[in-house]
């Protein structure tokens, strides 16, 4: 029995660039044409196909650990390079299936040549089908991975675009906070607050919260760990935009701001620091040490 799957293994690793050229006739035109416009080159396609056909030749008399992580490295390197030349995932996957058609037209073809007994197939497919098992599979992962990488660019970027600093004069900026506010989102609102405080020098910066929809324990702890971290940089803060409904939450859950300077709305906050809206402020850098002066006797 070994030597019959040994004669078989041989014959598909001696004709790997042969099986490799079927494989291409096999796969439909509109996929081919797909990765033609793409840029993919040919010559390392067929390289790729060879070489998993002559993966699959030794399995059939070699160490099978080997061939296993032969197997599962030809996966995550084939998923990248169709990543990289946007093949769908159903498609790398369809490519795959044919390779089983061309092992056993092989198999099938010398099964009649050398009337090898039946129980020969049973033995091939014990072999050859885990391995193929095993390419969907990494390659089903590494398109997971890839996906979810891209995810996570997208939500972090969506979140950038959620915290933004909008500067009001030289040392004054607003942070209007919408939505809600978890552990990562609070951790973001810090660090932006921090890096632009620095960036752009601010003394003050002040918090829009009317577009949060519920502020209970963890939202408050969160924002008295962001204020605080501001103030040991030299930054004050203030809370606008408290709701009258939000309020009372905050009053029902025993939640103490007697620490942190609040305003119902933010022209409040701005008439508190000596700004109007309709007039133009009449203190940038030359008069920032008023600004402090009136924030700080507060």
Known sequence: MKEEL???????????????????QLIDSEYTKGLNKAGAPQAILIEYRGELIKYFGEALYSDQDLINKKVTDWGVKAATFAIKYDVSLSNALRAVSFYRTVIWDVFTEELKKKQFAAITMLDVSKIIDPLLDKVFSVIGEVYENRSNELMKIAYTALEELSVPVVPIIDDIAVIPIVGSIDTNRAQLIMETSLNQGTKLNLHTVLFDVSGVPIIDTMVADQMFKIIKALKLTGIQAMITGIRPEIAQTIVSLGLDFKDVETAATLQQALNHLGLSIDSKPQYGKNGKKALNKRVNSQ
Not at 6 to 24: C, F, P, Q, T
Request: net charge negative.
């Open 6 to 24: 040994r004669y078989i293994g041989e014959k598909i690793v001696e004709n790997e660039s042969v099986l490799a050229e079927k494989i291409y």
